[in-house]
């Protein structure tokens, strides 16, 4: 088992993009394994550019998505990527697919996690995946889940931004500078073509998040992006 590992549990095939691809290649590029779950396609309600040519189907929209989310998991030094299509709008968490989630999460006993915020009144996918993947991570430190195992220690979970936080009650308490990883986010968010409507929404994000970071530190940062944290940080001192 690899010293260093992340999970990102992403509803749909490009939120991992927008939300936490900095955090990924930042982790990346110092050599941690990070691990990508992509629960949906986003097939139905986040492909209007695909349903709008002509002959469009749904295998082809699943494909096309597919596509984008590869290229931009390669652009962020993905380890692995992993599409378990389980419907959008209403995402279908079944109970196969959360022991799957356990599984993952005792195979490579993630460092941390990130995933989607807690309400989104606008996508009940999000909110819906974060209580979901959290009771995983619970499973998966219980002793009597397949006692054979190795169980869970106690990985942070970071919740993400949701796409309009104000309506969402999502605060930032982490916020993380991506300066040096910039230019492979963007690229990142290029690949997902069939959003392509997102893409200075997010650059936007990225520079706000930055101004924040810098605000709050004595540190230069252009761009940045913005967590919650779900549990207390421990640490040695406080500085």
Known sequence: MPANTALVVSAHSADFVWRAGGAIALHAAKGWEVTVICLSYGERGESAKLWRQPGMTMEKVKAGREAEAKRAAQVLGVHDIQFWDLGDYPIN?????????????????????????????????????????????????AHGHNPHQ??????????FEPHQPEQCDWKPDVLLGIDSVWEKKRAAIECMEGQEHLWEYYTRVALQRGAQAARNSEKKITYGEGYQAVFPHVVETLA
């Open 93 to 141: 968490l079944t109970n196969e697919a959360f022991f799957r989630l356990v599984d993952v999460f005792r195979a490579i006993h993630p460092k941390f996690m990130l995933t989607h915020s807690e309400k989104d009144i606008y996508n009940h996918d999000h909110p819906a995946v974060t209580a979901w993947a959290q009771n995983a991570r619970i499973t998966a430190q």
């Open 150 to 159: 190795k169980v869970l220690g106690a990985p942070p979970v970071f919740l």
